[in-house]
Structures are given as structure tokens and as C-alpha cells.
């Protein structure tokens, strides 16, 4: 009888010599350690912002481009497969890989339709783009677990939806999803919400309290969300622009619970300086086992109400509101008793 032979993969699983870290070889100048946690920078979007569409020539992209244009948003061109020139006066592309090259964008936006969304997504991350927003809704569960998958072995790329309303900073003038425009102002509040008819009521409050907004991300209301709130109050942390923060959670999941979770760490870290921090959970009254609209808008087997995650929120340090008209009002009064100056903000 032949002698067995060991196969590579057994092989790798057997105890190497380790290298001293002084005589290894670096093979790249980027950090040696990154994870997809390192991309939630990547949502500090503005005038800076160099965007391009996905899809671009579909009716749907072309009326949001036209819009976002006239907002001051920095579109440099799009793709359409199959397609090269010009649409709406800017470069048109049949690939993404030469939108890359030539465009040099710094976020896509994703309008393609749910059956092809999810290849889309992964194209635009196999091009490193820095920031993905698509607000397609009733993508395939499978395709987005497989994006989200892909997304966690990468440090490049990030995020923002699927079935969310987008990312948009009135500040910057900057927005890259389907926002009503007439609701924001410029301002300082950061906002981010599972929902976006919620997020919209959210913004109106805080435009006629006078405020404004820095930077709102709707992070979606499906089970499976490429940012959540933990990512978003990370990045308002460290916004020189963002004076106050919202957030507007559901009944369904757990990002209101991880929330609270970050929320009392950083008051704990940061003490008096902490930014003041309002919040709101909708679904407190939504029958148990019925979904309330979105897909991850339900309350599953050993998940906390509405009711409990308001709770946790609250204990965490938030300022609850009963509804998002309040917002503005409350914000302005925490603002205040922060001793920031709110004519100024």
C-alpha cells in the first residue's frame, strides 16, 4: 500500500515556527490589521464627495441625479453596461472598473433594480469604491447575507442600506439617496434611523426648531443593515460638525439595544463633554409577530419590545421623545444644558 500523503490543507494546520516580527516583510503600506469597521469614516460625505450612479441612465437614477445636482451634490458620471458618452451632460461608462479609473469617485449610488442589486453591490466592492449606498427595497435575503459576508472580509468599502433612503449632509450639500430635499437645512445634528418616513418627520422638527442637520444615514429597515447605529454614532462622535444627536430606532432587531450599549460607554468615556443624545422607538403599540412595514419591523422570538428597547435607551442616558415632532424642542433644550451655544448651532 502507498504511503498517505498529507495535503496542503493539512499541512497549514500543523505548528510553524513563528518569524520574529522585526524580521517579516511588509507587503503593503496600509495597517496590517483593518476590518470593515475601519470603513465607517467613509460615511463623512460632502462638497468633497466625487459620486457616481449605478444604473445611471434608468428613469428612476436620472430624476434623483437631476435633483442632487441642482442640490449642489458632486456627481462626476455613471454606468450603464452596455452603454458609453454622455447622460445628463457627464461621463457614461459601460463598466465599473472604468468608472474607477477615470471618474476616481468616492461613493456610488446603487439604482438598480432588486434582482440585480445584489451583484451590483459586490461589483462596486470588488472596485474598492469607498462608499456604497443602495436603497433598493426586497433585494433577495440571500444575496445581501452573501454582500454582507463579503463586506466583513474587507477594509476598503462600505456600505449603506440595502432599503434605506441613503446618506445626506445638508452641511455639505452633499446627498446620495432619495431624501425629500425641502426638509433639511444646514446645521449640527446628526441623525440616524431604521426608518425614513420616520427620519423625514425627524429632520422637519429639527429645521424649524432652527437647527438644521450635519449628516442624516438611514441605515434601513431589513434585518440585515451594511451600517447600523453603532456605525453611525461612531462617526457623529467624532464629526467636528455634529453638535447633537438623534436616533430614531423600531420594534424589530437589536440596533437600539447595541445602541444603548455604545451610548453608555461614551458617556462614561467622555464624561460632561459627551455630545447630548435624543432618541425614539416606534412600534411601541404594533401587535406582537406582525410585521409593521419593514421587513426586519418585527418583533422576533427573544427579542425586546419597542417598549423594553425604549427602556434601555433611557437607562443608557438618552433623552426619550414620544414622537418626532418633539425632537427639535428637546434638542434645543439639551444643547443648551450642555452649555453649547444653540444660536450658533
Not at 524580521?23 to 462638497?47: E, H, M, P, W
Not at 440585515?224 to 424589530?252: W, Y
Amino acid at each position: 500500500m502507498a504511503p498517505l500523503r498529507s495535503n496542503p490543507a493539512s499541512r497549514a494546520l500543523r505548528p510553524r515556527n513563528k518569524v520574529p516580527n522585526a524580521s517579516r516583510r511588509a507587503f503593503s503600506s496600509s495597517r496590517t490589521q483593518c476590518s470593515y469597521d475601519d470603513t465607517v469614516q467613509n460615511l463623512r460625505i460632502g462638497k468633497h464627495t466625487r459620486v457616481i450612479y449605478q444604473g445611471f441612465t434608468g428613469r428612476v437614477a436620472t430624476g434623483n441625479a437631476k435633483d442632487s445636482l441642482a442640490y449642489g451634490t458632486n456627481i462626476v458620471g455613471g454606468v450603464t453596461p452596455g452603454k458609453e458618452g454622455e447622460h445628463l451632460g457627464l461621463p457614461l461608462l459601460p463598466n465599473l472598473r472604468r468608472a474607477k479609473e477615470e471618474l476616481k469617485p468616492d461613493a456610488t449610488a446603487v439604482f438598480v433594480a432588486a434582482p440585480q442589486c445584489g451583484k451590483a453591490i459586490e461589483e462596486a466592492i470588488e472596485a474598492e469604491i469607498p462608499l456604497i449606498v443602495s436603497v433598493a427595497e426586497h433585494i433577495p435575503l440571500h444575496d445581501i447575507m452573501r454582500v454582507s459576508s463579503i463586506l466583513r472580509t474587507q477594509s476598503a468599502s462600505r456600505l449603506v442600506g440595502a432599503n434605506a433612503p441613503g446618506i445626506i449632509s445638508p452641511i455639505g450639500s452633499c446627498r446620495i439617496g432619495f431624501q425629500p430635499l425641502p426638509t433639511f437645512a444646514p446645521g449640527h445634528i446628526g441623525i440616524v434611523a431604521k426608518s425614513g418616513t420616520l427620519s423625514y418627520e425627524t429632520v422637519a422638527s429639527i429645521t424649524r426648531s432652527g437647527l438644521g442637520q450635519s449628516l442624516c444615514i438611514g441605515m434601513g429597515g431589513d434585518i440585515i443593515a451594511g451600517t447600523n447605529m453603532v456605525d453611525a454614532l461612531r462617526v457623529f462622535e467624532s464629526d467636528p460638525e455634529t453638535e447633537g444627536i438623534v436616533l430614531v430606532g423600531e420594534v424589530g432587531g437589536r440596533a437600539e439595544e447595541d445602541a444603548a450599549e455604545w451610548i453608555k460607554e461614551y458617556r462614561k468615556r467622555v464624561g460632561e463633554k459627551a455630545k447630548p443624545i435624543a432618541a425614539l422607538v416606534g412600534g411601541i403599540h404594533a401587535p406582537e409577530g406582525r410585521i409593521m412595514g419593514h421587513a426586519g419591523a418585527w418583533k422576533g422570538a427573544g427579542e425586546r419590545t419597542a417598549r423594553e428597547k425604549y427602556g434601555v435607551l433611557e437607562e443608557a442616558g438618552a433623552t426619550m421623545v414620544q414622537h418626532p415632532e418633539d425632537f427639535g424642542g428637546v434638542m434645543k433644550t439639551l444643547l443648551s444644558q450642555s452649555g453649547r451655544d444653540v444660536k450658533k448651532i
